[in-house]
């Protein structure tokens, strides 16, 4: 399977708006944990944006990233790709609109050095809180422990 790397260069490149969220941006924040796929937010409706992305994954996907449908429709889309899974989420309860999450989410580098814009910590414990799925529970106590420490960026 090709890195995740490249496909996170190229939508740098391509100047594609998202925040990485979920599992790897976990990961990332310092928490030991494993996750198969990609959780991207964006914005819902921009479409330049969804035109770029589209025009990155147009050769892994069958069918193309669509804007929030007026009922919700597309709320979450999920792709199997040769990076993996990916899953573009066009919101994120628990976390504020696409354009204030993206405005305080922070920067953070890969294991190979790639730099990748996250959910900032408080946006992330919002949203693991808000899921409160089983899974979440450690990472719920381990950004909570981090805002305690005083080291939740």
Same mark, same amino acid.
């Given at each position: 399977m090709e890195q995740i790397d490249d496909l996170l260069?190229?939508?740098g490149q391509? #100047?594609? &708006?998202?925040?990485?969220m979920g599992g790897q941006a976990m990961r990332l924040a310092g928490m030991p944990r494993f996750s198969m796929d990609w959780d991207f937010y964006i914005p819902p409706r921009d479409a330049d944006n969804f035109a770029r992305l589209n025009s990155i994954l147009e050769c892994e996907i069958d069918e193309p990233l669509v804007?929030?449908?007026p009922r919700?429709?597309?709320?979450?889309?999920?792709? #199997?790709? &040769?990076w993996g899974v990916l899953q573009f989420h066009l919101g994120v309860p628990g976390v504020p609109?696409?354009?204030d999450a993206e405005a305080r989410s922070v920067l953070r580098t890969t294991e190979n050095g790639t730099t990748v814009r996250c959910l900032?910590?408080?946006?992330?414990?919002?949203?693991?809180?808000?899921?409160?799925?089983?899974?979440d529970q450690a990472d719920i106590e381990f950004l909570a422990e981090l805002r305690r420490l005083g080291k939740l960026a």
């Open positions: 260069r190229r939508l391509a #100047q594609v &708006r998202f925040v990485l804007a929030l449908g919700g429709e597309g709320f979450v889309q999920t792709y #199997q790709t &040769r609109r696409f354009d900032c910590g408080a946006d992330l414990l919002a949203a693991k809180r808000a899921a409160n799925r089983p899974q």
